[in-house]
């Protein structure tokens, strides 16, 4: 892999058609369909992909097309954890080309910690998807019912669909390498600035990153939320975020721009990270922050609207994905997607608790407790790695 790939920037692209499909109950089906009719090639790069009955479904779809054309499955070894014997043997068996992204090794020591957290098909070079789903029987609403967690997919026409395959070939040829060795330690994203052509109106980029210090994704979401106008939503499921991107969203809101965090409720895979995010609230709350818990199920959406500007993908924007995961988001300046987003602000919105600030400031010790208490193990956790990383 030469010097070039290490770094990513990509500019942004006219004429693009970007659509919201968002629930798995929407995108589950239509990507199936669409994989069922590809003509050429398949390509697809996942975090989580665990037996049930949705990798079945999936795995006979996939089996059939790798007979006819090239398909193409990079999973993240991590997150891939619960894949098990018998489906692994199933896909070395079958003529998908597969390959697993840094499997964890003794000697990898913190190496083993930097996963792919992308989610990303390209089906025949001409259509690409992006977003949060991954092939787990959580995601379906035909499985698991209500329970289903809330996720979205941007499906993708136009110039910008090259530049997918791009970061694909990338992470592609990245999996094959020797991970244990110094190229992974070395891995930086470049961070540029691509202006936004003003007379365009439908306009979207790749944005991606590779962990480290010096993350595009999140420099390009503080670097637009100091420049807001008028509006910012962010939607996470982990909301736990860096100190610069909490000073951010403060300072905008402080100088009068509305600002709206959506995030998950009680109902969440990782209920340390939401305590750890809960110490941010009071000092949110009194700087003018509308900050929303969704309840009926985990959302699992990671968006954000500032403005004009859309973004969409598998950024987490917290500080675990800020430093050690591969992640991936559309960047979308076009009205049309940018209604499509506020219509699924508004599903989320409608069906969330409104953090009261009178209200927050009366909970019981105990809640503050456990808030301080995942706040301090959570940061010192993360400045331990990162020390132990530029040594």
């Known amino acids: 892999m030469s010097n070039d790939d290490i770094y990513l920037s990509w500019p942004w692209k006219e004429n693009c058609e970007c659509t919201l499909l968002y629930d798995g109950g929407v995108f589950l089906p239509h990507l199936l369909d669409a994989i069922k009719k590809a003509e050429h090639s398949i390509q697809i790069e996942l975090y989580i992909c665990e037996s049930g009955k949705l990798f079945d479904e999936w795995f006979d779809v996939l089996e059939k097309k790798s007979q006819s054309m090239p398909v193409r499955l990079l999973i993240d070894s991590f997150g891939s954890e619960d894949l098990n014997h018998h489906d692994r043997q199933r896909i070395a068996l079958s003529q998908i080309e597969v390959r697993f992204f840094n499997p964890p090794t003794i000697p990898g020591g913190l190496k083993n910690l930097i996963r792919d957290h992308r989610k990303l098909i390209i089906i025949d070079e001409r259509q690409a998807y992006v977003g949060g789903m991954g092939i787990l029987d959580s995601c379906d609403p035909r499985i698991v019912g209500d329970k289903a967690w809330l996720d979205a997919m941007v499906m993708m026409h136009g110039d910008v669909v090259q530049d997918w395959r791009q970061l694909f070939e990338q992470s592609w040829a990245l999996a094959e390498a020797t991970l244990g060795s110094s190229l992974i330690w070395r891995l930086r994203s470049k961070r540029i600035r691509h202006p936004i052509a003003e007379e ?152 969330s608790t409104t953090i009261d600030s009178q209200q927050w400031k009366q909970q019981p010790w105990q809640s503050k407790l456990r808030q301080n208490f995942w706040f301090w193990l959570g940061t010192r956790l993360m400045g331990l790695l990162r020390m132990l990383r530029r040594q």
Not at 257 to 277: K, L, M, N, Q
């Open 200 to 351: 365009s109106a439908s306009m979207a980029r790749v944005n991606a990153s590779r962990g480290g210090r010096r993350n595009p994704l999140l420099f390009h979401l503080t670097h637009r939320i100091t420049r807001a106008k008028s509006y910012i939503w962010l939607n996470t499921p982990y909301f736990f975020p860096p100190r610069r991107l909490v000073r951010a969203l403060k300072k905008a809101a402080q100088r009068g721009v509305r600002v709206e965090i959506c995030t998950a409720g009680s109902i969440t895979d990782h209920p340390s990270f939401r305590f750890a995010g809960q110490h941010y609230y009071k000092s949110l709350l009194k700087a003018g922050v509308y900050i929303y818990e969704f309840q009926p199920r985990f959302a699992h959406v990671k968006t954000a609207i500032i403005d004009d500007w859309c973004t969409l993908g598998s950024c987490n924007y917290d500080r675990w994905n800020n430093h050690w995961n591969l992640d991936a988001n559309v960047e979308v300046v076009d009205d049309l997607f940018r209604e499509q987003l506020l219509r699924l602000r508004q599903t989320i919105v409608s069906q």
